[in-house]
Nanobody, 122 residues
Framework: VQLAESGGGSVQSGGSLRISCVVS????????LGWFRQAPGNKREGVAAIASTGRTAYADSVKGRFTISQDNGGNTLYLQMNSLKPEDTAMYYCAKSAFFIPTLVSNEYLYWGQGTQVTVSS
């Protein structure tokens, strides 16, 4: 499995951004895909996850502002980010887990992309 993120960039506070992750080699029928982020000096934290069942999970800090989704073929994962805040600034990573329950625990994910930088200015 390979994952490749894109779509990061710089945006002003209150703005929106959509980042994408192309997933290749995905053959499992049961899996979860997640978005994580890591700011300098901080631990990596789970942002949102979606299972092959369609069930989703969000961190409290992004609920109501971020939306995770997949395209119909399941090959592209998206994270729509609205009402962005400076504290959302981080490197964003997509990852794949073998579990069909969406989890925000990074240890549950075995495959990771290289990340895409999101910077929100005040």
């Amino acid at each position: 499995v390979q994952l490749a993120e894109s779509g990061g960039g710089s945006v002003q506070s209150g703005g929106s951004l959509r980042i994408s992750c192309v997933v290749s080699g995905l053959t499992d029928s049961d899996y979860s895909l997640g978005w994580f982020r890591q700011a300098p000096g901080n631990k990596r934290e789970g942002v949102a996850a979606i299972a092959s069942t369609g069930r989703t999970a969000y961190a409290d800090s992004v609920k109501g502002r971020f939306t995770i989704s997949q395209d119909n073929g399941g090959n592209t994962l998206y994270l729509q980010m609205n009402s962005l805040k400076p504290e959302d600034t981080a490197m964003y990573y997509c990852a794949k887990s073998a579990f069909f329950i969406p989890t925000l625990v990074s240890n549950e994910y075995l495959y990771w992309g290289q990340g895409t930088q999101v910077t929100v200015s005040s």
